[in-house]
């Protein structure tokens, strides 16, 4: 596998590969990447003063730093994503806990919500009052706005299936530790969707981290 050389910031192209949907209405997108592989090899090479004398020498030594223990985790931190993402609350809800990156949300203290909610798939009686019920959190949150409430105390009766949107820009080595705890069965489905999503991302953007990522630490 070659590095792909990558210098500065690269604007992605609105091209499929880089936007993924996931759920019934919600999606990823990668906008931005820096450094990449090329990136991590930088990092590590300046540790050792060395150079690649082969032409799988690279990606043997991304290999060997995934695999190594302890960690030498910084050479993976110089690469960075950003992601924009449409998700419902309660998935960016659990996707914040992950303090190490940065993001900027949605704010309904400014914006109006969309009337628009995930639905889960199951029982289609329940499904339907499930709707009811949200579509009645909405009527009820657009009167009281249209009462003159202030749009960031009307939220309140709206639930956390709701879609929300934020920027996610994050390091690779976080984004690997996001990657692993959500791919987990132990995560909530809706959550592992967005990171299945994310890994094929990743596979076009950082091949060789990627797959040293899937290989050593998913095990796959
Ligand atoms: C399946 C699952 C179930 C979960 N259930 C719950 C739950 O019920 N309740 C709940 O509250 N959370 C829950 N969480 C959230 C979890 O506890 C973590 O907050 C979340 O996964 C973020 O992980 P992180 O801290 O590794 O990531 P980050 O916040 O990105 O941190 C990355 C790494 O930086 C280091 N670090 C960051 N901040 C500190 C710090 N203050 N001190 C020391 N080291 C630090 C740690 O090594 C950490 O692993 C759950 C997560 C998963 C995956």
Redesign the pocket.
């Known amino acids: 596998m070659r590095l792909v050389p990558c210098g500065g910031y690269v604007q992605m192209p609105d091209a499929a590969t880089y936007f993924k949907p996931v759920l019934d209405k919600g999606w990823i997108k990668l906008e931005e990447w820096m450094g990449g592989d090329a990136a991590v090899i930088r990092g590590a090479r300046i540790c050792y003063q060395s150079e690649a004398h082969s032409a799988d020498a690279d990606e043997r030594l991304i290999h060997r730093l995934m695999r190594s223990e302890p960690k030498h985790n910084t050479v993976f931190e110089h690469a960075v994503l950003r992601f924009h993402v449409k998700c419902p609350i309660f998935v960016a809800r ?1 996707w914040m ?5 940065s993001y900027n949300e949605q704010s309904l203290r400014y914006c109006l919500a969309d009337r628009e909610y995930y639905i889960p798939q199951g029982d289609v009686q329940l499904r339907e009052s499930y709707v009811s019920h949200m579509e009645a959190s909405f009527d009820l949150y657009e009167q009281l706005v249209a009462a003159g409430w202030k749009r960031e105390q009307a939220r309140g009766v709206l639930g956390t299936a709701i879609y929300t949107q934020f920027i996610w820009t ?1 390091n690779a080595w ?1 984004f690997m ?2 990657l692993y ?2 791919l ?1 069965p ?3 489905w809706e ?1 592992r969707q967005y990171a299945e999503a994310a890994l094929a991302i990743f596979g076009e953007v950082m091949p060789i981290t990627a797959a040293a990522f899937t290989q050593s630490v998913l095990k796959q």
Do not use: E, L, P, T
Not at 97 to 101: G, L, P
């Open positions: 659990q806990r992950h303090r190490i990156c994050v976080s530790n996001w705890k959500r987990d132990g995560a909530q959550h």
